[in-house]
């Protein structure tokens, strides 16, 4: 089992930045891979980027590919999202998914545990 709590999530100005982080709780935390998704009213879930159990390989989506970076400290048992350049259509709920194979998928599907999301609001 593992338990994900998301934070860092807020409002701000477009343009501006906000980091996420995901605490993981358990003990083979550094075996999983983990994504980052988000949902915004009315839209499906949506991923957004995604970093394997070592961090070797990392994956964005197309609309996030440059301004938003994932990353993981497993000494820390968390995994972080930076978002900078932040648009008003990056408004949703960002959620945190661990994957127990240890490999990046793009597809809700393949994620085995979900945080309980944490709002990100971006005026304009």
């Known amino acids: 089992q593992v338990q994900l709590v998301e934070s860092g999530g807020g409002l701000v100005q477009a343009g501006g930045s906000l980091r996420l982080s995901c605490a993981a709780s358990g003990r083979t935390f550094n075996s999983y891979a983990m994504g980052w998704f988000r949902q915004a009213p009315g839209k499906e879930r949506e991923f957004v980027a995604g970093i394997s159990w070592n961090a070797g390989i990392t994956h964005y989506a197309t609309s996030m590919r440059g301004r938003f970076t994932i990353s993981r400290d497993n000494a820390k048992n968390t995994v972080y999202l930076q978002m900078n350049s932040l648009k008003p259509e990056d408004t949703a709920v960002y959620y945190c998914?661990?994957?127990?194979?240890?490999?990046?998928?793009?597809?809700?599907?393949?994620?085995?545990?979900w945080g309980q999301g944490t709002q990100v609001t971006v005026s304009s």
């Open positions: 998914a661990a994957e127990s194979l240890g490999r990046v998928y793009s597809s809700p599907e393949e994620y085995d545990y």
